[in-house]
């Protein structure tokens, strides 16, 4: 017996009979490879022609990830790989094609795997080829755009194994079932109901157990190791999706859609062409996909009678929630079987499978309580402990004290400090106490263990990774603010942290790349993170981490600025602002340089103007703030009438007073291209409105001068409460 | 050859077929017939290896059809439910059908095309029942396959057609020893076509035989005499069915012609007359004598104690 394998011919069938479908999904997947980066640079381009018409030619590129610029990938499994499996299979659906396609002079297990073959093929063709022509568009667009290569390879193989999973999928529902309904309902089925049960255990179990982090609940089980589930999962549990960039869950996913897909192939060899138009080969198999398709729905009421038991809050309008809900559970296991079957008697004949039904509820319910209590029960002691990590998160302890956080981007600190292990004492006795106390607030009703310490300590939730001999126990615990010193504290003896804030990652704007979060452009961003970096591995640990973290003692420094600097790591995108400050004078004055050029043309016309005295300075008003030691930040606003004229209704002495103002400060203002501003001398930032010719001007410049230096008109507004003029 | 022994096949708790047992020899034109549910497509079904028997044995030429490709190779199967691609013209039905069968001819494909008249760039939907069920016969005959099977495949099809396809198949089995099945539940349409007939009800194979020997040998007698008489008269002679009206009676004969009505003639009877039989007078008598009754409400044959009951 010949050709039982792999038949070129009727690949070559295949490949015919999806061609439509395939050179239409092509040509709108290139399409989208092309026109997304090239929306993208024309979008760039016309926010740096700003900058550079401000200060000069230099810009970064953007960095950007192959999803950002080929969004469209992200179709290849919930609309290419489901639509073409199915279409290529439909011949099992229908009696006079099933029968054509098992009379023909081949085995079941060749045209399984010919016609799989020639549905992988586009699949490929689809995803890698348009893949390539956005690498290409972006190359040609690189003057405003750069592809990060590592998440080039990372996304196409996410995505190719999330195609496959779902082809495989659909491939094993349609040689199980015979009628298109069926086939969709059990494609999904195997897709998610697996994930789906996780999911609902992980949310209800983290939800009684809040010190549990629900993404760490049940190891492998976690949805975020199927690319599938991972991404569409996390839209609604809010987790990140950055499995789209995991190995690993690609491994994962493409291991599953191999195993699926030889299943599928066992199960087309073994189908009965008669199944051809029925829902399910056999009314057993027709009573799983009954009772699977309802169990999904009584997820919902077995997840609300599992928090009722674990709140000991049960209620007259809570039970009558979760028998609406049941209801709603036995209504669609009759409508899927009246769907499916078309048939009115076969509903008879369903009703003894509800028994079932009911059985598998109680047997969550309780399997689910079991779960619960052994995750109670998970207190080690200090001495059981190997160690202790601080995972970054919307809870982590830096994320507490860093400017500016951002629970949507992950900070570069917190990203490796989760690789450094504490295991001293200290720390590992702290961890097991406060786990301890944490479990008992939220088992006494919010009342025991560290709920009396609430309110008065500054406490905060921390996820940890807590090894305990073979296994990680990723928990939610509360931490003090001197638990969190104590920690920091170890950090700071450990010599990889050292290296990690004393090592700043070089702007070589492939993978690292610096932005400017205020006056600054980009360009002069990198230029003082260039100086930054040079110093901040020069300065002492204590005080650079100080810095950082933003625990800095006052009196001590001035923050005049920030940069922000984005890297990746394992195609995370990883951000960190980090402060230019007085400790730190290089960085200091290639800051204050690079803010003075931002607008030395208009300094100087301003400053020439304003001492010709034929400006009158009127509507002035100024106002300060203290920040730091000797620092004085005036915020003035005035208007410049060029002509000089007087209004004779106004009191001459104020006309005199305004034109000595203007005079005063114009000389001021010459103080910017004369006197050195120094870190550790007095300075001010001088923030500037003025009207002219019918138009607002603004513009900052740092001074090294003090308050009694600025002209007396101003020192008067700054000493009166409202900080008024009045000419 | 095609052998079938003990073929059975149930669909759920429905017994399809019940131990079948027939032989199909190389170069015969085999009709079956039954009525509606009597098996005849699943028998098709099983024998071109579109089904597994749950029990029997199926052999063509002494190997297995169940899976084997290189016998399947030799078949060509037009159902009574048609499949054609989405959308397909007959000449894309034909590069489907020359990627699959090794055999494929597209010389006698465009040969058969313009004979039946049929446009192959138009698309198959848009033609009539009749010419579908022309362009699925095409493509089976241009497969130049060794086994014919013909699923009820004459419905549809006017007489001229079906008189046309008719001598397609005998020009393929006389020119390459084709072996032909065609089922139908009307029995004049196999009439003048096929060599041996089989009868099938309610799954199982009440009556297969040659046609020739069918025919020949029975035969109905019309008789009198001055005497009244009954049917022990006859006795000696093989009666299938004896009937009398008045001093008429009628007997349906098996046997040899010559030596029944020899027997009959020395009885001096005052009216003697030999009577052919239809093919379908054949199959009722025959059906009765096996104990069947003709339900003339239902187009079947019902057992006799159902009649009785």
């Known amino acids: ?727 | 050859m095609i052998k079938v022994d003990g073929l059975s096949k149930k669909f759920d708790q429905f017994t399809a077929l019940n131990k079948i047992s027939c032989t199909i020899p190389h170069g015969c034109i085999y009709g079956m017939v039954g009525s509606n549910g009597a098996g005849k497509s699943t028998f098709l079904r099983l024998v071109t290896g579109i089904y597994r028997p749950d029990s029997g044995k199926i052999e063509m030429d002494g190997e297995p059809v169940y899976e084997n490709p290189k016998k399947k190779a030799e078949i060509a199967y037009v159902p009574d439910d048609l499949f054609f691609l989405s959308g397909a013209t007959m000449d894309r039905m034909a590069r489907l059908y020359e990627s699959i069968y090794p055999a494929f001819n597209r010389n006698r494909y465009g040969y058969l095309t313009e004979t039946f008249g049929l446009n192959p760039k138009k698309p198959i939907n848009n033609f009539s029942k009749g010419m579908k069920r022309q362009a699925a016969i095409i493509l089976a005959l241009s497969s130049h396959p060794k086994y014919l099977f013909f699923d009820e495949t004459f419905d549809g099809l006017d007489p001229v057609m079906r008189n046309l396809v008719k001598s397609l198949i005998c020009e393929d089995v006389l020119e390459r020893q084709a072996t032909a099945i065609i089922t139908s539940h009307s029995l004049r349409e196999l009439e003048d076509t096929c060599d041996q007939l089989a009868l099938l009800h309610q799954g199982g194979l009440v009556l297969e035989s040659d046609i020739q020997n069918l025919k020949t040998s029975l035969f109905k007698v019309q008789v009198a005499f001055h005497e009244s008489f009954n049917e022990k008269l006859f006795a000696g002679i093989e009666l299938l069915h004896y009937s009398k009206r008045g001093s008429v009676a009628n007997l349906i004969v098996r046997g040899q012609q010559d030596e029944t009505v020899n027997r009959i003639a020395a009885l001096h009877p005052v009216l003697l007359d030999v009577l052919p039989l239809t093919l379908e007078e054949v199959f009722t008598y025959e059906m009765e004598a096996l104990g069947y009754f003709f339900d003339p409400s239902g187009y079947g044959f019902v057992e006799e104690k159902e009649v009785k009951a």
Request: aromatic share 12%.
């Open chain 1, 1 to 727: 017996m010949k050709k039982t394998w792999f038949d070129a011919r009727l690949y070559r069938e295949g490949l015919r009979q999806l061609r439509v479908i395939g050179i239409l999904s092509f040509v709108v997947m290139a399409l989208g490879a092309i026109l997304v980066p090239v929306g993208e640079a024309i979008s760039y381009s016309s926010q740096i022609a700003v900058q550079t018409a401000q200060a000069g030619a230099e810009f970064n590129p953007e960095i950007m990830t192959l999803m950002r610029a080929h969004p469209l990938l992200m179709l290849g499994f919930p609309v290419l790989a489901p639509i073409m499996s199915l279409y290529l299979f439909h011949f099992l659906d229908r009696r006079s094609s099933s029968d054509f396609y098992h009379v023909i002079p081949q085995t079941r297990n060749c045209l399984f795997l010919s016609l799989t073959a020639a549905l992988l093929t586009w699949l490929f063709v689809i995803l890698w080829g348009s893949a390539a022509i956005c690498l290409i568009t972006c190359k040609l667009l690189g003057k405003y755009l750069v592809l990060t290569t590592a998440s080039v390879p990372a996304l196409v193989f996410t995505m190719t194994a999330a195609s496959l999973l779902v082809a495989a999928s659909v491939l094993l529902a349609v040689s199980i079932t015979g009628t298109l309904f069926t086939n969709i309902v059990v494609s999904l089925l195997v897709i998610f109901l697996p994930r789906a049960v996780m999911l609902v255990m992980s949310i209800c179990l983290s939800s009684a157990m809040p010190y549990v982090s629900d993404t760490h609940l049940f190891p492998l089980m976690d949805y975020s190791w199927n690319v599938i589930t991972g991404i569409m999962f996390g839209w609604f549990t809010g987790v990140s999706g950055q499995v789209i960039y995991s190995y690993s869950a690609g491994a994962y996913t493409l291991i599953l859609a191999v195993l699926y897909g030889i299943l599928a192939r066992f199960m087309f060899v073994r189908r009965k062409s008669e199944a051809a138009g029925q829902a399910a080969p056999s009314r057993k198999m027709q009573a799983v996909f009954r009772l699977a398709v309802s169990m999904t729905i009584c997820l919902i009421p077995i997840g609300i009678v599992f928090s009722l038991i674990t709140n000991e809050d049960v209620t007259g309008s809570s039970l009558f929630g979760v028998a609406v809900l049941y209801l709603i559970a036995v209504m669609v296991y009759f409508v899927y079987e009246l769907i499916a079957t078309r048939k009115l008697r076969n509903l008879a004949a369903a009703v003894p499978g509800l028994g079932i039904l009911a059985a598998l509820n109680v047997v969550f319910i309780f399997g689910m309580f079991g779960i619960y209590r052994y995750t109670e029960s998970q207190q080690p002691a200090p001495d059981e402990i190997s160690y202790v990590t601080l995972q970054a998160g919307a809870n982590s302890a830096i994320a507490a004290y860093s400017y500016s956080y951002d629970s949507s981007e992950v900070d570069y600190f917190d990203a490796y400090l989760e690789e450094i292990r504490l295991d001293s004492p200290e720390v590992r006795k702290l961890v097991s106490e406060r786990l301890s106390e944490t479990i008992r607030y939220y088992t006494d009703g919010y009342e025991g263990g560290i709920g009396g310490l609430l309110g008065s300590n500054n406490i905060g939730v921390q996820l940890v990774a807590i090894k305990n001999g073979g296994r990680t126990l990723y928990r939610n615990i509360f931490l003090t603010e001197a638990d969190r010193k104590l920690i920091m504290e170890e950090y700071k003896e450990k010599e990889e942290v050292r290296q990690l804030f004393g090592s700043l990652p070089e702007n070589d704007r492939k993978t690292t790349t610096v932005r400017s979060i205020d006056r600054l452009t980009d360009a002069a961003a990198g230029r003082v993170y260039a100086v930054l970096r040079e110093e901040a591995a020069q300065t002492e640990f204590d005080e650079w981490y100080a810095l950082v973290q933003g625990m800095e003692n006052e009196g001590e420094a001035t923050i005049v600025g920030r940069v922000m600097m984005q890297t990746y790591k394992d195609n995370q995108l990883l951000t960190c602002t980090l402060p230019v400050s007085t400790k730190m004078p290089q960085t200091f004055a290639q800051y204050v340089k690079e803010y003075q050029a931002v607008n030395q043309e208009d300094l100087g016309s301003i400053a020439e103007r304003l001492k010709k005295q034929d400006a009158v300075v009127t509507d002035c008003y100024a106002s300060g703030f203290e920040q730091g030691v000797n620092r004085f930040y005036t915020n003035l606003s005035f208007s410049i009438n060029p002509y000089g004229e007087e209004d004779e209704s106004e009191n001459k002495k104020d006309w005199e007073e305004s034109r000595t103002c203007g005079r005063e400060l114009g000389e001021l203002l010459d103080l910017a291209g004369t006197r050195q501003v120094e870190a550790d001398g007095d300075f001010m930032l001088l923030q500037v409105t003025f009207y002219e010719e019918e138009q607002y001007h603004y513009l900052e410049v740092y001074l090294a001068a003090g308050q009694d230096d600025l002209p007396d008109l101003m020192q008067k507004n700054l000493q009166r409460n409202d900080g008024k003029a009045k000419d």
